[in-house]
């Protein structure tokens, strides 16, 4: 008996990549990359580079740079379907700008292709946990970042604004330009929403505090993350992330109970202090009556878009209906209303692309979202954010966590669990 033990443990120690073996790095180097990845994309997010006007990222050099580093690694693979796919809505973006050759936008189209050829990629290789773990190190970057957002919403109180607020001061030439960084919380008042600090608008704040909320509740239900992303969220004045956590919370009900519980105790105390403080109270229920008031910036957001969508698209001709607009047409017909006009990615993909290129774009994105490791709530949450809260196709930021949470990641590993450790 002792002799087959040993023969046992023997067969294992043979079976399972050691410390420092190339097996056992190479599941690790993946989760390097994704850390950097999101630590990049989080903390440089409104960096522009120098000498550009503020309208190239410092992200997309990045972005480009690790790509190429992880090719001559060799840790990358092409996803035969997503190419394949990729290759078809090439055709319908060409077929658009020959459409509408005489408006189409070529810079919305190379930043199109240029992000998308991001996604042909997979690592050959990651560790079962690998989700977990970069789940966890994202919890942590958002909790430092909740206290940070805290903190600045509540120092502009008691130190000057350029302090308080100081990358938002930095040269402009320095500042991504046509985001609202430093955005009050309604007409003529002199409060500032918190931004995070590095993110580029309160909104967006909201939304990566909102995914690591997702991520916490997935796992744990550790009082203190959750209180302390709870008030992040409320110092960013934004619903966009809470509108994500919607369609997420059923399957986070499905996947732990307990949660609803937990949440609903958290709502209480929130609905407590708003109803003991009418000032705040009244500000979220003047946000809340901005959907139906053409001008405001939740009708902006959350209806206009529609609006526009049924105005020059469905009422128009076939052929316009079917191959869109052409590249860039979004911007030349959202200038024509009275009011603010955003178009989500969804919105803004149908309208360059029409139903036909712009359904295919967005039937890709969904299936690369949801073939990623993330449980069911996580990538219902980040579908969510990249399709209805931005126009995120042409931008790196969410991007730039779809990327290292759900497409680079998305083949199973053939790597022990026991390899791969949560030190995150």
């Known amino acids: 008996m002792l002799q087959l033990s040993a023969h046992q443990s023997v067969d294992k120690m043979k079976k399972e990549p050691g410390i420092g073996s190339p097996e056992r790095l190479d599941a690790e180097f993946p989760l390097s990359v994704a850390k950097f990845f999101i630590l990049s994309t989080t903390v440089l997010q409104k960096i522009a580079i120098p000498g550009t006007g503020g309208l190239v990222w410092l992200l997309e050099p990045i972005f ?20 394949c796919a990729s290759s078809l809505f090439l055709f319908q973006v060409s077929i658009s700008g020959f ?92 409060i500032i929403k918190s931004n995070g600090v590095v993110f580029q608008e309160p909104s967006t704040y909201n939304q990566f505090l909102a995914l690591a909320l997702v991520a916490e509740l997935s796992f744990r239900t550790r009082p203190f993350v959750l209180l302390t992303l709870v008030i992040g969220l409320g110092v960013t004045f934004s619903g966009t992330g809470l509108l994500a956590l919607l369609p997420a919370f059923p399957f986070l009900a499905i996947r732990r109970p307990a949660i609803v519980f937990t949440i609903a105790g958290f709502g209480i105390i929130g609905l407590s202090t708003l109803i003991l403080s009418t000032e705040w109270l009244d500000i979220y229920i ?26 020059y698209l469905f009422e128009q ?84 966590l779809v990327l290292p949470m759900a497409a680079w990641p998305a083949i199973k590993s053939s790597v022990p669990a026991s390899d791969v450790t949560d030190r995150a």
């Open 317 to 400: 001709d076939i052929p316009s209906a079917l191959f869109g607009h052409g590249p860039g047409s979004v911007r030349e017909y959202s200038m024509r209303y009275t009011y603010e006009v955003f178009s989500p990615t969804l919105i803004r993909m149908i309208l360059d692309y029409g139903i036909l290129g712009g359904g295919f774009y967005v039937m890709l994105m969904t299936y690369i979202i949801f073939s990623g490791p993330g449980t069911a709530a996580f990538n219902v949450a980040l579908w969510t954010i990249f399709m209805w809260m931005g126009e995120n196709s042409l931008t790196p930021v969410i991007h730039g």
């Open 286 to 311: 003047q946000r809340l009556g901005e959907f139906a008031e053409p001008g405001t910036s939740g009708y902006a957001r959350f209806v206009s878009g529609f609006v526009m969508l049924n105005d």
């Open 64 to 83: 480009l740079s690790l790509l190429l580093y992880c090719l001559l690694r060799q840790v990358l693979s092409i996803r035969i379907y997503v190419f």
């Open 99 to 190: 459409w509408s050759s005489d408006r189409a936008s070529i810079p919305s189209v190379v930043l199109v292709l240029f992000f998308s050829t991001f996604y042909l990629f997979s690592f050959k290789q990651v560790g079962p946990n690998f989700f977990k773990n970069i789940s966890q190190f994202y919890i942590k970057m958002m909790i430092a970042l909740a206290i940070a957002g805290t903190a600045q919403f509540f120092g502009q109180f008691i130190f000057p604004r350029p302090i308080v607020f100081f990358i938002d001061y930095l040269p402009s030439d320095f500042i991504v330009a046509n985001y609202n960084n430093l955005n009050v919380l309604y007409f003529g008042s002199e």
